[in-house]
């Protein structure tokens, strides 16, 4: 039995679990950090097609997730949060909490200050 498998999704399919909440968070991954240059950075390269890196997730029914839930069959998050946070932020319009705590939303004319 392999202990972890590796399948490689398409931005479709990470933007749907995004939206659907299938993605959660652990309440032990720090906040979003992101300048909005690093956002428009990321937005580009998936534009032209270049590698992003790997976004590692694991299902656990135990972790306590940032809003207070338990993770409860979700794909736990636990390498990618800064990267799913931007799609999440610019993509999909949700608002995201900045390395301050404070509640942003992202648009393509957002100032460096996030």
């Known amino acids: 039995m392999s202990k972890y498998s590796v399948h490689q999704q398409p931005v479709e399919t990470l933007l749907s679990w995004i939206k659907s909440g299938e993605i959660a968070i652990p309440e032990i991954q720090r906040p979003f950090v992101w300048k909005s240059a690093k956002v428009r950075d990321l937005i580009d390269s998936l534009y032209q097609g270049f590698p992003v890196g790997y976004i590692i997730t694991w299902r656990n029914p135990d ?4 809003n207070g ?9 636990i390498d990618g949060q800064q990267r799913i946070t931007a799609l999440t932020a610019a993509v999909v319009g949700q608002r995201v909490l900045n390395k301050n705590y404070n509640c942003l939303l992202y648009t393509s004319d957002a100032a460096d200050d996030m």
């Open 63 to 66: 972790v306590k997730l940032k």
């Open 69 to 77: 839930e338990l993770s409860a069959g979700k794909k736990v998050l």
